[in-house]
């Protein structure tokens, strides 16, 4: 079965180290994206990318990169991280069509 | 910029109680809108979705009719269980840009 899947599920960092968070689907779907999820605030756009080769930043896109270079994986990194990424990341990714996302299940990242 | 605004919760019900869960989206364009489910620790499941005005979308006991006159697209349910206790998001997506802007989303709590 098609699936979207994240890792690690859970990460502990220091303030000012480079972290990348993976994404990975196999739905063969040409849009992904990175959202931010905090309490009080929802789902907040980081990254996204229509295709390989593009990206497009998000409303919170500071302090965050991602890379596109195959269909299946869009990893998101932090050049250093902050306490204040600590959040729990998730990736989605959609069909060209109006048919909503799937969501892998998430990433606790704790910045101390 | 394009918004969507849900009530505050939590929102705590008896089993078998009416739910009604608010939100309001603003007017720029003709926007898709959608309801997602997340569960305690997992990712964002799609519920329900709109794709124009007057449209309903319908799932597992749960609609939703889209609202151009008022901007809205309130979710209800006619009978909930303990089983629905989770966090309920809407969102609207902007076909020009295929990215999904969120609500800060509503916690049900159904007690038995």
């Known amino acids: 079965d098609a699936e979207i899947t994240q890792s690690p599920r859970h990460k502990i960092t220091e303030t000012g180290r480079q972290v990348t968070l993976a994404c990975h689907q196999t739905?063969?779907?040409?849009?992904m994206f990175w959202y931010r999820q905090d309490l009080g605030h929802g789902l907040r756009l980081i990254h996204y990318?229509?295709?390989?080769?593009?990206?497009n930043k998000g409303e919170v896109s500071d302090g965050y990169s991602v890379s596109r270079s195959n269909t299946e994986d869009l990893p998101l990194t932090l050049e250093s991280a902050a306490s204040s990424q600590t959040s729990v990341y998730f990736c989605a990714s959609s069909d060209s069509g109006n048919y909503g996302y799937t969501f892998g299940s998430g990433t606790r990242l704790t910045v101390v | 910029g394009d918004s969507v605004t849900q009530m505050e919760g939590p929102v705590t019900l008896s089993e078998e109680a009416f739910l009604t869960i608010n939100c309001t989206y603003t007017?720029?364009?003709?926007?898709?809108l959608f309801w997602y489910v997340q569960y305690p620790g997992e990712g964002l499941q799609l519920l329900l979705k709109?794709?124009?005005?007057?449209d309903k979308g319908s799932n597992k006991g749960f609609e939703a009719t889209y609202r151009k006159e008022t901007t809205s697209f309130h979710l209800e349910k006619g009978s909930v269980q303990v089983s629905d206790s989770a966090v309920y998001f809407c969102?609207?997506?902007?076909?020009?840009?295929?990215?999904?802007?969120f609500g800060s989303g509503t916690r049900l709590q159904v007690q038995p």
């Open positions: 709109a794709t124009k005005a007057d």
């Open positions: 739905w063969n779907h040409n849009n």
């Open positions: 969102a609207r997506m902007d076909t020009g840009r295929r990215a999904l802007t």
């Open positions: 007017a720029t364009g003709y926007p898709s």
């Open positions: 990318s229509y295709g390989v080769q593009d990206t």
